[in-house]
């Protein structure tokens, strides 16, 4: 097939952004693509321009695409080639190169364009108010009057500017605003003159007017509100502006940003209709012409033109669209404006109406002007219709999106003004934009889990199930439950399944305990067939075997397929299969030999990565299921229990021996703690930390449990904390003397957990749930008079623990640590 | 040409889990269920690639250990992901011995 030609004139913000929009639905197929551009440069991003003009940003920051992206995408630029004339009937473009122009010749030269379909982005110019004197003889400013509306106009003003001692901003609106800060930066003084007496008077009110012109005044900028221009005053160069009511202000140079009008006269000459723009109709054709496109400032779309870069957007997409045939039905429908104030020092945003235009609009308001604070909101049928927000932006994202949506807005309108201290949940999720991830871990966002809703699934498990949100890390489990039930618009239907211990097992976790111990329940298949209704749900394997750990102490009969494969061969898993080793390192202190040993064996087995881990070990990772054995052997050293739910390991600072901070002995406390709780299985990970001093170099604070030596020669115990996904700060449990108090008061807070947490909950939740004055009561106390059982408990399980790197030597399992069987035996 | 393969005892595999196995060249993995049945799919993990022999067994379907995709031993259909698994007529006789049949 062969390619149609497509032709835009106009290479600025929306010609090359609806280019843009075109090759992303492969338009590069179906088209062969020339642009006409009458600057000689790429496209750049134009609203950036004041940044340019005040200095934060250099010109050739601004650029959207540069030259290099039109030979990439096979795009034909005639840049620095004004369009001269449109010829509708033999579908042809002429162009003329400016002799300026770089790199062309000094000559003009004539370009001719064929065209199939045609793109008008002409965009618009500025419109300069009838002022004397203000046009050379030419037609042209004259020298020292300038308008802002280019890139080259930006490098003249900066220019200018460099030798003038006061300047004239001739429209205070907000790019005359923008001007006049911009103009401060090189060091000259301002004046703005403004026609109405109101600064931005087609966005704000009085109110806020007024608080504007105090803040610009602040700034240096000196406003002349309510006066007309009359003339420029001078003779070859600017000497100053004359206004109507013949006062005058002496200056250097004039910037004239009063507006602007569709460059419309290339269309108009080419027999489109043409009223204030291009008039087109909702697919942005011109009503005249089907293969002609109007897209951005130059067109006129019912009845309005607009001047902002957000409608533009919006249009090119809809041109896209319909040019490449991708959605001949996708249509325009009109663009709400919301603006907002680049000027450094001053917030202000503003969005439609800025006054109350029917008797029934409610009008909210705001104002602190001693502060430079106003805020205001114009409601209409519980709909925002228009808002001014001035000195504080912090609810202009929610608000932009309420207006752009229109969408309703809660009844608490205080909160529509103010972050309080708590904000409505409600409110929280309504702000929160459709696509923001929620799921970090699988990357599911708030639109994903509507759809999910939406299809039927109203309970926050099965979204979780469908969605996989809040499947990874866990940390977003709550938020996740909150969006479902605001999807259900409060109506969520709750899955009785998550106060049971299992899913499918209908049983509280103190009750199926009780049933375990009663029924004599000791493997996971024997709870299942006793109490598991027919089912053998996969995933409550791995909390069953731990449950029946805890419950019988040693004396469970232990399955090995209810385990998940970290506790089948005693090593973490990893991405591609393999597993990490990390052998027990008391306390992080290791001898010379142990390091030799390890070394050997990361050569011998070709260990590809040896880390550091976080809980000061070291872990050798990626090794294969089938050398785990012989890895263990010749390391020679205990497990290091760094795969499960269950006692991980515990950090330790330097303490006293050599640390001149030290109050107590934090290595010789880890070591004791690391040897007596290695493998003891819990619901959750425990870490744990001993600090030798208050300055807490191992992060005790932090822990599952956490012993802080003080001065005294005393030990603080913290429980609950955390800095994984969560962070938390333990709760101060108890204060004791020795490390075997410690010792004692650590394990029956850890057995208290055990006994009582849900399966996967870690301390920094059961603590918060149960809340530490509970834990301290049980534990502390001995408030119940569990003590003495729960010390037993714990005791027991410690007496049964053994180093499961033993299995070595005597596998659990047929081919436990085989990874492919040859079938033949 | 589908073939059919001897692939020795079930008591090669623990009850409850799986087990990859080369079959004239290829990996087949095997789970046994807890209820004497045994069942052969392709070995990795549709999703990223995870050993499916290291999941969790129960209910008649696998859990790859990776990201908990799940799937239906069977039919090779997923309960939670996007993809299925190749399954493979496996024949378990009374004493144990297994043949799967390849395509």
């Known amino acids: ?370 502060r430079g604070r106003y805020k205001k909101l ?103 439950s909150d969006l479902v039930a605001w999807f259900c618009g409060g109506q969520a239907e709750e899955d009785p399944s998550v106060h049971y211990y299992v899913p499918t097992i209908t049983l509280q976790k103190k009750e199926l305990v009780e049933a375990i111990v009663a029924q004599g329940l000791r493997s996971v298949s024997a709870v299942f067939a006793a109490l598991g209704d027919g089912h053998e749900d996969p995933v409550s394997k791995p909390a069953l075997a731990s449950l029946l750990a805890v419950v019988w102490r040693g004396a469970q009969i232990e399955e090995r397929d209810a385990r998940f494969i970290n506790d089948r061969v005693h090593g973490n898993i990893q991405k591609d299969g393999t597993f990490s080793v990390v052998p027990e390192i008391a306390g992080g202190i290791c001898s010379s030999d142990d390091l030799r040993r390890i070394a050997a064996v990361a050569d011998k087995y070709q260990v590809p990565l040896i880390k550091l881990t976080g809980g000061q070990r070291i872990d050798l990772v990626g090794v294969r299921k089938d050398d785990l054995p012989d890895v263990w052997r010749e390391l020679g050293m205990p497990a290091g229990s760094a795969w499960g739910k269950s006692y991980r390991t515990c950090k330790s600072c330097i303490g006293v021996d050599y640390c001149r901070y030290g109050l107590g002995d934090s290595m010789a406390l880890a070591v004791k703690i690391e040897k007596r709780f290695r493998g003891i299985e819990s619901p959750g990970k425990l870490k744990l930390a001993t600090a030798g001093c208050p300055r807490n170099c191992s992060e005790a604070l932090v822990k599952d449990v956490g012993a802080v030596a003080v001065e005294g020669g005393k030990w603080e115990l913290y429980v609950g904390g955390a800095a994984g996904s969560h962070i938390r700060k333990g709760d101060l ?81 047929p081919n436990q640590f085989h990874s492919l069987l040859s079938g033949v035996e | 040409m589908p073939s059919r393969h001897a692939i020795g005892s079930i008591a090669q595999i623990p009850p409850g889990e799986g087990r990859n196995f080369d079959v004239a060249g290829r990996r087949v993995t095997v789970f046994h269920t807890r209820d004497g049945r045994a069942f052969a799919t392709q070995p990795d993990c549709p999703h990223r690639g995870g050993p499916l022999a290291d999941g969790l067994v129960g209910d008649g379907t696998v859990v790859c250990p990776l990201h908990e995709w799940r799937f239906d031993l069977v039919t090779g259909e997923t309960r939670n992901g996007t993809c299925g698994l190749a399954v493979y007529p496996l024949s378990l006789q009374p004493d144990g011995t297994m043949s799967v049949e390849l395509p």
């Not at chain 1, 290099?68 to 620095?80: F, K, V």
């Not at chain 1, 075997?740 to 394990?747: D, H």
């Not at chain 1, 029956?748 to 509970?774: D, H, L, S």
């Open chain 1, 733 to 813: 449990m108890c204060v004791v003397e020795t490390h075997e108090e410690v010792l004692r008061l650590a394990g029956r807070f850890m057995q208290y957990y055990r006994e009582n947490a849900k399966y996967k909950e870690r301390t920094y939740t059961f603590v918060e749930r149960v809340g530490i004055e509970r834990v301290r009561a049980v534990v502390v106390d001995d408030a119940d008079g569990i003590g003495a059982a729960l010390d037993q408990a714990m005791q027991d399980s410690v007496s049964s623990a053994r180093d499961p790197w033993l299995e070595r030597d005597a596998p659990a399992t």
């Open chain 1, 1 to 370: 097939m062969t390619k149609q030609r497509l032709v835009v004139i106009g290479n600025g913000m929306a010609g090359a952004r609806t280019v843009e929009e075109i090759l992303s639905r492969g338009g590069a197929e179906q088209f062969q693509i020339a642009m006409f551009g009458d600057e000689p440069y790429g496209n750049y991003n134009r609203i950036l321009l004041s940044n340019v003009v005040n200095g934060s940003q250099d010109a050739s920051d601004i650029f959207l695409n540069d030259m290099s992206w039109y030979g990439e995408n096979d795009i034909r630029l005639h840049a620095g080639v004004r369009a001269t004339q449109i010829d509708r009937i033999g579908k042809r473009v002429y162009g003329q190169r400016a002799g300026s122009a770089p790199g062309a010749g000094a000559s003009a030269e004539e370009v001719v364009e064929p065209y199939d379909k045609l793109i008008i982005a002409t965009g618009s110019r500025p419109f300069i108010p009838p002022i004397k004197n203000i046009f050379e003889s030419s037609g042209k400013l004259r020298p020292g009057v300038f308008a802002f509306r280019t890139l080259d106009d930006c490098r003249a003003i900066m220019a200018a500017a460099a030798g003038a001692r006061r300047a004239v901003v001739i429209g205070g609106g907000l790019l005359g605003l923008e001007a006049a800060r911009g103009l401060l930066t090189h060091g000259c003084e301002v004046h703005i003159v403004h026609l109405s007496p109101l600064l931005m008077n087609q966005q704000l009110d009085r109110d806020a007017a007024g608080i504007l012109r105090t803040a610009i005044e602040k700034m240096g900028i000196t406003p002349h509100l309510g006066q007309s221009t009359a003339a420029i005053l001078g003779d070859g160069t600017v000497t100053g502006v004359l206004f109507k009511d013949d006062t005058t202000i002496d200056c250097e140079m004039v910037v004239v940003s009063t507006g602007i009008q569709a460059n419309g006269t290339l269309a108009r000459e080419s027999g489109l209709s043409v009223e204030r723009g291009i008039v087109v109709d909702n697919h942005m054709r011109s009503v005249d012409d089907f293969d002609v496109y109007v897209v951005g400032e130059c067109a006129q779309h019912r009845g309005v033109t607009y001047g902002l870069v957000a409608p533009l957007w919006d249009q090119a997409k809809v041109l896209a669209d319909h040019l490449t045939e991708r959605n001949l039905g996708a249509v325009y429908t009109g663009s709400k404006l919301a603006t907002k104030l680049k000027v450094m020092g001053i917030e202000l945003a503003a969005m439609g109406i800025p006054d109350a235009a029917h008797d029934d609009d409610e009008v909210v308001v705001f104002s602190e002007p001693k």
């Open chain 1, 378 to 480: 114009v409601i209409r049928n519980g709909r925002l219709v228009g808002a001014i927000m001035l000195g504080d932006l912090d609810k202009v994202a929610y608000l932009t999106q309420a207006f752009d949506k229109n969408s309703p807005l809660p009844d608490e309108r205080l909160s529509l003004l103010f972050d309080l201290g708590t904000p409505g949940k409600k409110v929280t999720l309504d702000e929160m934009p459709a696509e923001a991830q929620i799921c970090n871990c699988n990357g599911v966002s708030k639109a994903a889990i509507g759809a999910c809703v939406a299809s039927g699934r109203r309970t926050a498990k099965l979204v979780m199930e469908k969605t996989r949100a809040g499947m990874g890390c866990g940390s977003c489990k709550s938020l996740v």
